[in-house]
């Protein structure tokens, strides 16, 4: 499998004002999935900690992040900032709920 990085789209893009779709079992478990896991992993180094796939065109609920020990390291207001490692993690299905007023 051949992956590269993609292009995160704009302010206004339609993707980004549509409600993303859950991903099904059967999608889950595809490799049009992992080859999306791999672009969005690619896409995000670099870039932040965090990326969903509306950012990519992708009407979807899944995210992913990773702050590596070393961005942290070279960074010198971490401890300011509070940061700790993340490692890579993808986020598929996430689901808000309030948990105070």
Do not use: C, Y
């Amino acid at each position: 499998m051949h992956v590269a990085p993609a292009e995160i789209v704009k302010i206004g893009h339609p993707a980004l004002r549509k409600t993303a779709s859950p991903v099904s079992s059967g999608l889950r478990e595809s490799t049009a999935f992992e080859e999306l896991i791999a672009i969005m992993k690619l896409t995000l180094q670099g870039r932040g900690v965090g990326l969903a796939a509306p950012q990519l065109g992708v009407g979807l609920r899944v995210f992913v992040m990773e702050d590596p020990r070393e961005r942290i390291d070279a960074d010198r207001d971490a401890r300011e900032k509070e940061r700790t490692a993340i490692p890579f993690e993808v986020v598929i299905n996430p689901a808000w709920r309030a948990v105070s007023e």
